[in-house]
Structures are given as structure tokens and as C-alpha cells.
């Protein structure tokens, strides 16, 4: 089994102050990403703390491949200074196929323009025949260019 654990990582370059809009929306604001992209995110509920306290959990409605599929996460970590927050999924669609998966994200300054919001899942697979979660991914990967895209188009 030890050779089923993985470590995936994607990345994307946005405007800085979308990367501040990110890192407030998933800390503070997590419900408001379903407004950003409801095709993706269809919800965000709290069922135990506050929205951007450490330990909170909250669960996510979302769909991947036309498949509606939720996640149930704690928030085990925030880094406010180094944009850093890590969920780790406690249940739902996703432990179906991993024996654990942890969520860990972090927006990194690029200069006086630019930010990086870099995702990163850490996993076991159950079985070698279960895919690497690339379609989460990049869904994720995409979501973080579509904040920064909202949030500019609401600051004009």
C-alpha cells in the first residue's frame, strides 16, 4: 500500500490582488466560490465552528464529470502569513476511492503584478486501479484564475 501514496501538485500565475480575493474567499468566504462557479461548486455549508477557523468543518457540494459529489472537510491548517489553509477530507465521495486526501493550498507573491496559487493533494489510493485526480485538479487549478477574473471584473 505504501506505494499508492501520491503527491499532486498544479499551479497557476493570477493577478496579485486575485490572489488576496482567493485567499479571503476560501478563508473567510468559502459559500461564496458556488457564486464564482456555480457549474462547478454548488455549495459551501458549515457544520461545526466558523468559516476561517482552524477545525471547522465544513462540506462542499461540487460536480466532476457530470457527477454530483460532496466533501467533508476540517480545516487543519491556516498560515495567514504565507496564504497557506490545508482541509483534510473527513468523508464523502472521495474516500470511496482514498484511504485519506488532504487539500493544501497556498497564493505565493510573484513580484508587484503577479501571484501563484499553488494546489496541492496529498493521498493514498485504496487500489492501483483507482485514476489520479486530475479532472479535481484542474478544476481547482481553473477556479483559482476564475476569482481572480471575478474579482476584477467587480472592482471596476
Known amino acids: 500500500m505504501e506505494g499508492l501514496k501520491r503527491r499532486f501538485e498544479g499551479e497557476i500565475e493570477i493577478r496579485v490582488a486575485g490572489g488576496d480575493a482567493f485567499h479571503e474567499i476560501f478563508l ?7 457564486k464564482v462557479n456555480p457549474e462547478f461548486v454548488q455549495g459551501c ?5 466558523a468559516f476561517g477557523k482552524q477545525g471547522s468543518k465544513i462540506c462542499w457540494r461540487y460536480t466532476l464529470d457530470g457527477k454530483a459529489l460532496t466533501a467533508k472537510q476540517i480545516l487543519e491548517l491556516i498560515d495567514e ?11 464523502g465521495d472521495l474516500l470511496k476511492e482514498y484511504k485519506y486526501f ?21 493521498y493514498q489510493k485504496l487500489h492501483p486501479g483507482v485514476p489520479e485526480p486530475t479532472t479535481l485538479m484542474d478544476s481547482l487549478v481553473r477556479l483559482a484564475k476564475e476569482i481572480d477574473d471575478h474579482h476584477h471584473s467587480q472592482a471596476k
Open 102 to 122: 488532504v487539500v493544501t493550498y497556498q497564493v505565493i507573491p510573484k513580484g508587484e503584478e503577479k501571484s501563484l496559487v499553488k494546489w496541492i493533494f496529498e
Open 28 to 34: 473567510s468566504r468559502p459559500h461564496h466560490v458556488s
Open 81 to 91: 502569513e504565507n496564504k497557506i489553509i490545508r482541509f483534510n477530507v473527513i468523508e
Open 45 to 49: 455549508d458549515l457544520h461545526e465552528g
